[in-house]
């Protein structure tokens, strides 16, 4: 998880005693989680007037963030950190405003803070197909993972180990939803050097689980022409 910020950490700066109530204390505003980090946002809450129970209202303008409508205080408690959990897709941005209520705020510290949070695209595994190459003449076992939340799929290591094929499709998965964009395979011809692949036409076929590929094989010097290639889905 990477955590930027465009302030220096939001904290208390007047004498609480003279107006009780909560506060936020954020060190970040601007955050990004792995694929497979835990959904949870971390928020710090203080208060002036410790020595007293005391539940501190919450809001949210973001229903995808879990925020809890109040927190409790114990007497002897001045500070708590609260665990926001939250679920957005993978590869998307969110904004949430979460601010201590009006009725619990103090107007020493932060009401209100905005955050920017960014989850990494996350690949879902559908299993082993089957990918056949025109160029190279082969049929192998392929594993294919599928963008959760899209239709965009990942060919890791089609044509050779490190290098993966990847293409979009449109919501109903029938055509796709733009060209098959230029990408190294990974294999390196004697005397061409780097073999890439690129969409040969604007759309697929496909016959129910098989889809065929419009593929273009170039490299530098030119190409070796356009053909299809078929992916077996995984059942």
Not at 41 to 66: I, P, Q, S, Y
Not at 154 to 183: M, N, R, S, V, W
Request: with cysteine; net charge negative.
């Amino acid at each position: 998880m990477a955590v930027t910020s465009c302030k220096d950490t939001y904290d208390y700066e007047g004498p609480g005693e003279q107006d009780p109530g909560a506060f936020l204390s954020v060190d970040a505003t601007s955050i990004k989680y792995a694929a497979e980090d835990a959904q949870i946002l971390k928020l710090t809450l203080m208060r002036t007037n410790v020595g007293a129970v005391e539940d501190v209202k919450l809001t949210c303008d973001n229903a995808h963030f879990n925020v809890p409508s109040s927190v409790s205080f114990s007497a002897d408690e001045a500070k708590k950190t609260i665990d926001i959990p939250f679920s957005i897709l993978g590869g998307t941005t969110e904004q949430v405003t979460i601010s201590v209520a009006d009725e619990s705020a103090t107007v020493y510290g932060v009401k209100s803070a905005t955050f920017t949070i960014t989850r990494d695209f996350v690949w879902e595994y559908l299993g082993t197909g089957v990918y056949q190459c025109w160029l190279f003449g082969n049929t192998k076992e392929q594993d294919v993972y599928r963008g959760e939340g899209t239709q965009m799929y990942k060919l890791p290591g089609c044509i050779a180990a490190g290098y993966d094929i990847i293409f979009e499709l449109t919501e109903d998965g029938q055509h796709l939803l733009k060209p098959i964009e230029k990408q190294e395979t990974g294999y390196v011809h004697p005397s061409y050097g780097m073999v890439s692949v690129e969409g040969a036409a604007d759309d697929i076929q496909r016959d129910g689980n098989v889809i065929a590929l419009p593929m273009k094989y170039t490299v530098d010097a030119g190409s070796f022409g356009a053909k299809y290639d078929y992916l077996a889905l995984p059942e």
